[in-house]
């Protein structure tokens, strides 16, 4: 496996992309975004979910993952979790033995060139602005029906913090707080109320 060995913390085409993915499978095999030996590309459809146990970035130094049995990210051993508050009652939307298997990558980015141009020069370049890596999971807890989504955006620019993109939907309403834990230990929370069946993005950095 690679994600969780330290070895593994730089992306094999860092001259041209800083972060690439990575699938661990539960058979200790893998499969990421460029091969780490040859840097022959594969294809992100290619992933078995089935199989998969941990998915995540390697690049610059750092390892940033989440597990699938349980949605907790893991960002350079610092591990996140995140709930949901309200009357007295948490919800742990991380943390439970479900399978957080319906995952999500992308990448934002801008082009540049003159597109009638027949020259090299003039060809359209790409420019990564953020890599983006999360899953989605409808799930039940405490007769509440809960659709959560969990995005980690990792932006290119060093003076901007990665952050969580969490998007909630109940089928109640619910005047709580989203609470995140770093290693255990509650790190912030959020008020974040919720009106049934309309969802709420909420925004937390990673600092």
């Not at 996140?80 to 943390?95: D, F, H, K, M, R």
């Not at 399978?99 to 060139?113: F, S």
């Not at 952050?163 to 109640?172: A, G, M, Q, R, T």
């Amino acid at each position: 496996m690679i994600l969780g060995n330290s070895q593994y913390r730089y992306s094999p085409v860092k001259e041209a992309q800083n972060f690439v993915w990575v699938a661990d499978y539960m058979d200790g095999t893998y499969l990421s975004e460029y091969n780490l030996d040859d840097r022959i590309k594969n294809d992100y459809y290619q992933i078995d979910k089935h199989k998969l146990i941990r998915f995540g970035l390697i690049g610059m130094g750092s390892q940033i993952y989440f597990d699938v049995a349980n949605g907790i990210f893991n960002v350079n051993k610092n591990r996140i979790q995140v709930s949901y508050v309200a009357n007295g009652v948490e919800y742990p939307l991380t943390g439970r033995a479900f399978l957080y298997n319906d995952i999500t990558q992308y990448k934002r980015a801008w082009g540049d060139g003159k597109l009638l141009s027949k020259t090299a020069s003039g060809r359209i370049r790409n420019n990564i602005i953020e890599h983006v890596i999360g899953y989605k999971k409808a799930m039940d807890l405490a007769n509440v029906n809960i659709n959560f989504k969990n995005l980690l955006h990792i932006p290119q620019n060093k003076n901007t913090p990665p952050f969580l993109e969490i998007k909630i939907s109940v089928d109640k309403e619910l005047d709580g707080e989203l609470i995140f834990r770093v290693n255990g230990l509650i790190a912030n929370k959020l008020h974040a109320p919720l009106l049934k069946n309309r969802a709420g993005v909420y925004n937390w950095e990673l600092i």
